[in-house]
């Protein structure tokens, strides 16, 4: 949904919200190119910090698309605030219930109405201590497949400044510095028409995170860790009489 197409409660929320942002971070913003004005697209960033949604909706703003994030149903039913988040046009999704087939439907209508519709596959901020990438859930995959719309990578570093999940330390520091960078659509192509088992989603699922991996690798160098591999536990030897 292009911006021009906003209604009020939209643009109050930008007026409200993007001048505290333009002040709080100093941004590094790259790959806007990939995330194209029109049509329906999943976009899946990493997830690092409870600043995430602030700071990934600001780029996908300033690249010309409303974000469309998930909440908890229950948000949507407190007064004000849930009326005021369905005319933002956030999406309420029911977890861990029968509901859960039908918060897909309503995802799968507003890919298809042409939403840029913002998934974090991890499910939750990254376990991993150094804030690297984690093996994600299978939710955007069932998307992707059910909808056909582009997925495209979003890495950021830098939220993590702004509220550490690891401390819970916020951090109000004007210009904090973060990068926010946008890959080319995950290649998903093999999977097209694919029937939705949990072995097809769980390969298209670790194929877009490697990709938000890789690319946050290439914000922050180094060597990430493997997505789905853990270190074996250290087996306390036997002792023998």
């Known amino acids: ?73 229950s ?44 998934i974090y596959p991890e499910g939750t901020t990254t376990r991993e201590p150094d804030l690297w990438p984690m093996k994600g859930k299978t939710g955007a995959a069932r998307l992707a497949l059910a909808t056909g719309a582009p997925v495209i990578p979003v890495a950021m570093v830098g939220p993590e400044k702004m509220f550490d999940p690891r401390t819970a330390r916020v951090g109000l520091r004007p210009r904090t510095p973060v990068t926010v960078v946008a890959g080319p659509p995950v290649d998903l192509s093999r999977w097209a028409g694919a029937t939705p088992t949990r072995a097809i989603l769980e390969e298209m699922t670790d194929t877009i995170m490697l ?10 160098g180094g060597t990430p860790p493997p997505l789905w591999e853990r270190p074996a536990r250290t087996r306390t030897p036997e002792v023998t009489e």
């Not at 990709?211 to 922050?220: C, G, K, S, T, Y």
């Open 75 to 118: 948000v949507f039913r407190v007064p004000v605030i849930g009326w005021i988040l369905h005319r933002c046009k956030q999406i309420p999704v029911e977890r861990g219930s029968v509901e859960a087939a039908r918060s897909l439907d309503k995802l799968v209508a507003a890919v298809h109405e042409g939403g840029a519709v913002v």
């Open 211 to 220: 990709r938000i991996r890789d690319l946050v690798a290439e914000i922050r």
């Open 1 to 73: 949904m292009a911006p021009r197409r906003l209604g009020f409660w939209p643009r109050f929320a930008v007026v409200l919200v993007k001048p505290v942002l333009t002040v709080w971070t100093r941004r590094t913003w790259r790959g806007m190119e990939h995330l194209p004005r029109e049509g329906g697209i999943i976009i899946v960033p990493n997830h690092i910090s409870h600043a995430d949604p602030l700071v990934s909706a600001h780029f996908i703003h300033d690249a010309g698309r409303w974000p469309q994030f998930l909440g908890k149903a």
